[in-house]
């Protein structure tokens, strides 16, 4: 199975044995030797071969047919936490994929996600005891605006259900062209 996965991905690739060698510091022959199955890679040289091509370590050992470990690249590349992942597996397994999907290309997701943030992230770090926020222009305390907390999330949740509202809108839009087009 390892030597048959590894000339396949190889072949994929568009690369020479002697190509592979040097990305991963082996001779020729070794990875030669690997593909024909006459010899096996040691775990170093496994971990090795499978991060140049991309995939799972299980995968090429024929533990697995999915090529990468979906999560933990998923992870790794946006940086999200397991529970945000977890959330967002329960959001496509209810087959709402699409729609997220949609948003998230959509020119007015990262207006909707800088709105949150703010609200979220931002408003309470500058918000004094009275719980208002304090937005501060110049050095001079008298130029001061402060909103509060309470009326800048109302305004930031009604943008965000705006911004929310006009990507799903723009989706609906695109899928039905899509749809009428698919329908010629």
Known sequence: MLAKRLKELREAKG???EEVAAAVGLARLSVSNYER???TPDADILAKLAKFYAISSDYLIGQTDERIDHERD???VTGLSKEAFERLCEFHRYGHSEWLNKIIVSD???TALD????VYLHYPRIANE???IVRRYSDDPKN???IPIKV????????VKRDVSIAIDTAIAERLADDARKAR
């Not at 709105?115 to 703010?118: A, K, Q």
């Not at 800048?152 to 943008?159: G, L």
């Open 15 to 17: 690369v020479s044995q």
């Open 37 to 39: 199955g006459t010899r």
């Open 74 to 76: 998923i992870l790794e």
């Open 108 to 110: 007015n997701f990262f």
């Open 115 to 118: 709105t949150l943030t703010n």
């Open 130 to 132: 009275e719980g208002n």
């Open 144 to 146: 001061d605006i402060t």
């Open 152 to 159: 800048a999330t109302d305004v930031a949740i009604a943008n």
